[in-house]
Nanobody
Framework: QVQLVESGGGLVQAGGSLRLSCAAS????????VGWFRQAPGKEREFVAG????????YYADNVQGRFTISRDSAKSTVNLQMNSLKFEDTAVYYC???????????????????WGQGTHVTVSS
């Protein structure tokens, strides 16, 4: 069992930065890939970024590539999402999720993940 808790959301002006954290508990967390997803009002949940179980591979959606950076600290059982150059369209609830055995072909699929956090709100003012 893995429990995930997101933090770091808030209100920021366009062009600003936020750092989201996903804190995990559960002794097998280090074996899971982790993804960040987001859901804006009236829209479907979408993949933002993902990181492999060992941190060796990272993946990004095209619309955040070059602005967002995902990283994991296995010693602290956390996965972070550094978000720079934020845009109004980045406004959403951001969720972290953990999934077993994910690959480059599956890491962006929400249905592949086993555990989800409760989400943290990010609001970017224009």
């Amino acid at each position: 069992q893995v429990q995930l808790v997101e933090s770091g959301g808030g209100l920021v002006q366009a062009g600003g930065s936020l750092r989201l954290s996903c804190a995990a508990s559960g002794r097998t967390f280090s074996n899971y890939a982790v993804g960040w997803f987001r859901q804006a009002p009236g829209k479907e949940r979408e993949f933002v970024a993902g990181i492999s179980w060992n941190g060796g591979n990272t993946y990004y959606a095209d619309n955040v590539q070059g602005r967002f950076t995902i990283s994991r600290d296995s010693a602290k059982s956390t996965v972070n999402l550094q978000m720079n150059s934020l845009k109004f369209e980045d406004t959403a609830v951001y969720y972290c999720a953990a999934g077993w055995g994910l690959s480059v072909a599956t890491i962006n699929g929400a249905q592949r993940y086993d555990y989800w956090g409760q989400g943290t709100h990010v609001t970017v003012s224009s």
